[in-house]
């Protein structure tokens, strides 16, 4: 068993920045893929960003540009580095890890005011 621990949410300003972290409870060099998903109010949870255990990454259309993930496995340790936020960013942010299973975390809140 995984645990995911995120942190770093909160509030800002329409183009403002947030780095979320999330640390891992043992080596995340095992697990085959970290991310982020993200679910707003009302919404459905989606995809923002993947890091693979080779450093290959991938991103939603949706922040393609803006939002940059990053893994320390030293720290085991997954970042989300989000620039140039909007107000449609407004989410709940869940850190996952997977290898034969998908581990997900307890999520971190990003509001972003207009």
């Known amino acids: 068993q995984v645990q995911l621990v995120e942190s770093g949410g909160g509030l800002v300003q329409a183009g403002g920045s947030l780095r979320l972290s999330c640390v891992a409870s043992?080596?995340?060099?095992?697990?085959?893929?970290m991310g982020w998903y993200r679910q707003a109010p009302g919404k459905q949870r989606e995809f923002v960003a993947v890091?693979?255990?080779?450093?290959?990454?991938s991103y939603a259309d949706s922040v393609r540009g803006r939002f940059t993930i990053s893994r320390d496995n030293a720290k085991n340790t997954v970042y989300l580095q989000m620039n140039s936020l909007k107000p449609e960013d407004t989410a709940a942010y869940y850190c996952?890890?997977?290898?034969?299973?998908?581990?997900w975390g307890q999520g971190t809140q990003v509001t972003v005011s207009s």
């Open positions: 890091i693979t255990s080779a450093g290959l990454t």
């Open positions: 996952t890890a997977q290898n034969v299973v998908t581990y």
């Open positions: 043992q080596n995340i060099f095992t697990m085959n893929h």
